[in-house]
T-cell receptor
Framework: GENVEQHPSTLSVQEGDSAVIKCTYS??????FPWYKQELGKRPQLIIDIRSNVGEKKDQRIAVTLNKTAKHFSLHITETQPEDSAVYFC???????????FGKGTMLLVSP | DGGITQSPKYLFRKEGQNVTLSCEQNLNHDAMYWYRQDPGQGLRLIYY???????QKGDIAEGYSVSREKKESFPLTVTSAQKNPTAFYLC?????????????FGNGTRLTVT
């Protein structure tokens, strides 16, 4: 089955800095890679996703890049703000399966 | 709020008791999922169901049971056989007909067993 590794487990940055979270996956057939943000005590919410037919996707301050050859994908947050503080999860799915495999999460702390 | 309702938000039980967590969705999604979340462990899949009256085990199904009698409902029972039931439980749903349809999560139930 799929295995998703996520790094780092915690990340502390100053407001205005950039943050990068990296994930690797094991199943070369995986073709869908979403990122979820979970604030303390709340449900995970989708913030961006990427399909395997593109290498990069942007949405305002958030971007995701995908390297299919190396089997890794990354979340980039620019101009971080205190409200970006949360746990971020990456995930991967093979189109032949209906389930997502999640990484263990990264706790991002943005200090004012 | 995403149309997925989990109840209750907090649940307390004594060890040895079975407990059922509710999950209802009004999004007309076909597939429903139960995840367990522990600190530092990410989201681990317990059970999932793609159609009514059918469900499959996830990675950590031992000590849990589910039913899918209606499209809108996917209750999870935590049995006394589950060795470490205290956790945050998340229900999710999505469409199966749409390729790579994203998961929508409920607000979760925090179960404490003492």
């Amino acid at each position: 089955g799929e295995n998703v590794e996520q790094h780092p487990s915690t990340l502390s940055v100053q407001e205005g800095d950039s943050a990068v979270i990296k994930c690797t996956y094991s199943d070369s057939a995986s073709n869908y890679f979403p990122w979820y943000k979970q604030e303390l005590g709340k449900r995970p919410q989708l913030i961006i996703d990427i399909r395997s037919n593109v290498g990069e996707k942007k949405d305002q301050r958030i971007a995701v890049t995908l390297n299919k050859t190396a089997k890794h994908f990354s979340l980039h947050i620019t101009e971080t703000q205190p409200e970006d503080s949360a746990v971020y999860f990456c995930a991967a799915r093979n189109s032949g399966y209906s389930t997502l495999t999640f990484g263990k999460g990264t706790m991002l702390l943005v200090s004012p | 709020d995403g149309g997925i309702t989990q109840s209750p938000k907090y649940l307390f039980r004594k060890e040895g008791q079975n407990v059922t967590l509710s999950c209802e969705q009004n999004l007309n999604h076909d597939a429903m999922y139960w995840y367990r979340q522990d600190p530092g462990q990410g989201l681990r899949l317990i059970y999932y169901s793609q159609i009514v009256n059918d469900f499959q085990k996830g990675d950590i199904a031992e000590g849990y049971s589910v039913s899918r009698e209606k499209k809108e409902s996917f209750p999870l029972t935590v049995t006394s056989a589950q060795k470490n039931p205290t956790a945050f439980y998340l229900c999710a749903s999505t469409w199966t007909e749409i390729t790579n349809s994203p998961l929508h999560f409920g607000n979760g139930t925090r179960l404490t067993v003492t």
